[in-house]
C-alpha cells in the first residue's frame, strides 16, 4: 500500500466538511494545509497558478459563516470551505487564463458561470491547472508549463487535457477539480489518474466561451463518485451566455435494480486493461444486471472528429498567431484550413448517423460499459502511444475511441477506478448513459465504486519546490 498523498485533499469532499462542521478544523488550516501541499509537491505539474492570499480570505469568510450558522451554513452552500483547482482553459477573475499558450494572458473580470457557481457554494479555487494548448491533446504536454506527470509513475502522462487537474486530485492538491472534456478529455486523465471524471450531458453545465463543434462539455474530477456528482450539480443549469445550456436536463425515475448493460469491447484494448475492467463487468453482473456484449455498427467516425475540431482550431487560430502554436496544434490547425464547407457538413452527417444508431441501442439497453481508455500511460512527454505520437498523422486521439464517440452524440459519462494493472498503474470503467440521464448514471456507478477494491495511495512525491518562471509555486 503506498502512502497517503501529502495534500489535505485527499480526505474528500464529505470528509472534510464533516471536519469543519466539528469543528475540528477550520477553513483557513485547511487552505494553508493544501496550498503548502502544492508548494512543496507539485513536482508532477498540476497547477500552473495558485491563488494564494484570495483563497486564505475565502477560507476566513467560510469560517465567519460556519461560525455564525454552524450545519445550516452548508444548507445554501454545500461545498463551504472545500477546495477545487479550475482547469486553465476557463475563465478566473482573480487569475490568469493562459489556455496553455503562449499568447498574452487574458485576465478576465468575471468567473466562467461553472466557475462562479462553485464559489458561490462556498468552494474555494486554489489554482489553475495545466492543460495542452487550447486543450488541443489529450496529454498535457506544452510550451507555457513541463509536462504533467502520472502519479503512479512520473515517467508516464497523467493524460490530458485535463492532465493537471486529474493530478491535483489523486495526490490531494484539492477535494475536486473543474475540467473539460471536448473528446475525452476529463474521462481520460481520471482512468490514467486513478479517479473519478464525470462528463454531463451535452448542455447541463453551461460553457463559456465554447467551441463552435459543439463537442466541449465542463465537468468535475474526484476522488469519489459522489463528490463528482455533488461538484456537478452545483455546476449545472441554464445560463444566458450559452444557449445550449439546460438541454441535459431530463432525469426520470426508473427501476435500478435489473438494468439492461451492454458492455462495449473496443479494438485495440490490452490484456492488461481488460482483464481490470473484467472485473468491474462481473461485479456489474454480480448485481443482477444483465451484462452483454455489444457492438455499435456505424462508420468510421475518427476522420470526422478529427474534422470537427480542425475546423474550429482553424478557426480561432489567425496566421500572424502561428509563431505562437504549439508544433501538434498548428499540424491541427493546418488540416482544418484544408477543409471545405461540404467537408465539414459530411462530418456534421457522420455525426447525426451515430446519434441515431446510439439512440436505436439505448432503446435496448439502460446504460453502456466500457474500458474508458484501451491502453496504458505512454511516456510524459509524448501526445499519444508511440503509433500515435506524431500529429503530422491526425492520429493524436485514435487511441481513445471510447472517448470521443460521447462527445459527438452528447451522452453522459462516467469513469471510475477499476483497478490496477500488473504495472502498477490504473485503469478506468466507463458507464455511458442516454443523454439527460445523468443521475443514473451516476446511481450505477457509485453502486459499482462501493462493489469495487479501492486503489492504493499513488506514491508520495518528493518534496524539491516547483518553479514555473513567474508563477512560482
Not at 503506498?2 to 474528500?12: E, K, L, M, N, V
Not at 464529505?14 to 469543528?23: A, C, D, M, P, Q
Not at 501541499?37 to 508532477?44: G, Y
Request: overall charge negative; aromatic content about 4%; proline content about 9%.
Amino acid at each position: 500500500m503506498h502512502p497517503d498523498p501529502p495534500g489535505a485533499g485527499a480526505r474528500g469532499i464529505t470528509r472534510t466538511k464533516e471536519l469543519l462542521s466539528r469543528g475540528e478544523l477550520t477553513a483557513v488550516e485547511h487552505v494553508r494545509s493544501v496550498l503548502a501541499a502544492i508548494r512543496e509537491h507539485d513536482e508532477l505539474g498540476a497547477y500552473v497558478a495558485v491563488a494564494g492570499e484570495e483563497a486564505l480570505k475565502a477560507a476566513e469568510h467560510a469560517d465567519a459563516l460556519i461560525q455564525e450558522r454552524g450545519r445550516e451554513a452548508w444548507w445554501e452552500r454545500p461545498l463551504l470551505g472545500v477546495t477545487v483547482s479550475v482547469k486553465d482553459l476557463l475563465q478566473t477573475r482573480d487569475l490568469p487564463t493562459t489556455r496553455g499558450s503562449l499568447l498574452p494572458n487574458d485576465r478576465p473580470r468575471e468567473d466562467a458561470p461553472a466557475v462562479a457557481r462553485l464559489r458561490a457554494a462556498g468552494a474555494i479555487v486554489v489554482g489553475k491547472t495545466t492543460t495542452s494548448e487550447f486543450g488541443w491533446s489529450a496529454s498535457t504536454v506544452g510550451r507555457v508549463a513541463a509536462p504533467t506527470r502520472n502519479p503512479y509513475d512520473p515517467h508516464l502522462t497523467a493524460g490530458g487535457s485535463s492532465g493537471g487537474a486529474g493530478a491535483a486530485v489523486a495526490t490531494g492538491l484539492c477535494e475536486g477539480a473543474l475540467g473539460t472534456d471536448g473528446s475525452g478529455s476529463i474521462r481520460i486523465p481520471a482512468a490514467f489518474c486513478g479517479v473519478v471524471g464525470y462528463k454531463p450531458s451535452y448542455g447541463r453545465v453551461p460553457y463559456f466561451p465554447s467551441g463552435a463543434d459543439r463537442l466541449a462539455h465542463q465537468g468535475p474530477l474526484a476522488r469519489s463518485v459522489a463528490d463528482a456528482g455533488l461538484l456537478g450539480q452545483v455546476i449545472a443549469g441554464p445560463h444566458p451566455t450559452d444557449p445550449d445550456s439546460g438541454l441535459g436536463s431530463l432525469d426520470s425515475p426508473r427501476d435500478m435494480r435489473a438494468l439492461r448493460i451492454g458492455w462495449i469491447e473496443y479494438e485495440g484494448t490490452t490484456p492488461e486493461i481488460r482483464h481490470v475492467t473484467e472485473q468491474a463487468r462481473d461485479a456489474l453482473a454480480g448485481e443482477g444486471h444483465r451484462v452483454e456484449e455489444v457492438e455499435v455498427r456505424c462508420q468510421n467516425l475518427y476522420p470526422a472528429v478529427v474534422d470537427l475540431l480542425a475546423a474550429t482550431e482553424a478557426a480561432g487560430t489567425p496566421p500572424e498567431h502561428e509563431a505562437w502554436c504549439d508544433p501538434g496544434r498548428l499540424e491541427v490547425v493546418r488540416h482544418g484550413r484544408t477543409l471545405t464547407g461540404v467537408r465539414v457538413i459530411q462530418a456534421e452527417q457522420v455525426r447525426q448517423n451515430l446519434r441515431a444508431t446510439l439512440r436505436s441501442v439505448m432503446d435496448r439497453y439502460d446504460l453502456l460499459a466500457m474500458a474508458t481508455v484501451p491502453v496504458e500511460p505512454f511516456a510524459a512527454d509524448a501526445i499519444g502511444p508511440s503509433w500515435a505520437a506524431d500529429a503530422r498523422d491526425l492520429m493524436w486521439l485514435a487511441w481513445a475511441p471510447a472517448s470521443y464517440p460521447y462527445n459527438m452524440t452528447g451522452q453522459p459519462a462516467v469513469s471510475l477506478p477499476a483497478g490496477l494493472t500488473p504495472a502498477g498503474l490504473p485503469a478506468g470503467v466507463q458507464l455511458v448513459g442516454p443523454v439527460g440521464a445523468d443521475d443514473l448514471v451516476l446511481t450505477v456507478a457509485r453502486r459499482l465504486e462501493a462493489l469495487l477494491a479501492p486503489l492504493p495511495h499513488p506514491p508520495a512525491p518528493g518534496r524539491t519546490p516547483v518553479s514555473l518562471g513567474e508563477r512560482t509555486l
